[in-house]
């Protein structure tokens, strides 16, 4: 059930306590603490087990007052929020100087977004009077598949009470399904705009509106931990398959013995334990998160995904899938 005016009254009070409570957004599910409470923040990742210099996103209300959080909000900026606000667009500012290091991890810089699920909007209009910021990663163990619905933030982190969060707003099942476009404006002069991390929102709908191409980035970037290689896994091993060499592998997996999960992107049924992807890229991703979920379910040797299409609207949910497939060629080495 999705979560009323009461859940959302009472989670803004646990969070303004210094809770933990998971929330949903319109990309995945966030596991969210008072920004401006250090310790409240240090929860979030113990909890995940995340490494403590990573940052994380601050979460704010519509028209909320940026100064709090960015020293600075360029013209780029503004006309990103303009376009985008609220909605599944990060951007990398530079940090105010009373930002606590947790947030930032330790880092010059702060990622701000203003997420457009209605529970979302409602909790961040609740808490401190729309004033505040909520420091939210995904509601997911360190490393591992983002949760798309309340469901599987429980599965990772117990029921609320019993594990460490407060309380679980649900809000259904996350639209977007993959996490939010990251684009980092605090080296406009040197670099320009660069992106961090592809999503939904586009890279050739932020250049339509910046009037000018994205960077790809450099060492130099700042640290985005969704951009480690072995990241968004299940546990079962993934390998990423060419359509062309799908059949073959499969059945060569099969004359192994091997029992296949097998995530098709074309309509032919290949093996007993599979599912069918849409064959659009927003459709897909909405759906990527909760099938790796559900496949990892299926006490499988290795699942199987079929390689989307190449082409640049896929670049998101391509960036997940190769994550999820850090090991590809090793874990067919394996098995095969
Ligand atoms: O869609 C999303 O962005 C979701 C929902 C909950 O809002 N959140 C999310 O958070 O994906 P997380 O922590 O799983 O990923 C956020 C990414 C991390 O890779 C983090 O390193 C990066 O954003 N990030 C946050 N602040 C940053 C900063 N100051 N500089 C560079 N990267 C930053
Ligand atoms: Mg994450």
Redesign the pocket.
Known sequence: MVADVNAIRAAARLLEAGKLVAMP?E????LAADAGNPEAVAAIFAAKGRPSN????V?VARDADLSRWASEVPDQAQQLINAFWPG?L?L?LP?ALNVSPAV??G?D???V?C?SHPVAQALLKEFRNGQGGLA????NRFGRV?PTTAQHVIDEFGAPGVGPLAAVLDGGQSDVGI??T?V?LTRLATRGPVL??P?RISAAQIEQVLGRPLATPDTAA??????LDAHYAPHTPVALVASSELATVIERLQAKGRRIALMQFSVRSLNPVSVLMPADPDGYAHALYANLRELDTQSADLIVVEQPPQEVQWQGVNDRLRRAAFDSAGVLDKLL
């Open positions: 957004t990309t995945v599910y966030g990573h940052p994380v996103i979460h599944p990060t990398i940090r930032t991890g880092q810089s702060v990622g977004r997420p939210a990663p995904s509601a983002s996490e939010s990251i980092d961090l991390r999503g700042p640290r985005v931990s969704g951009s």
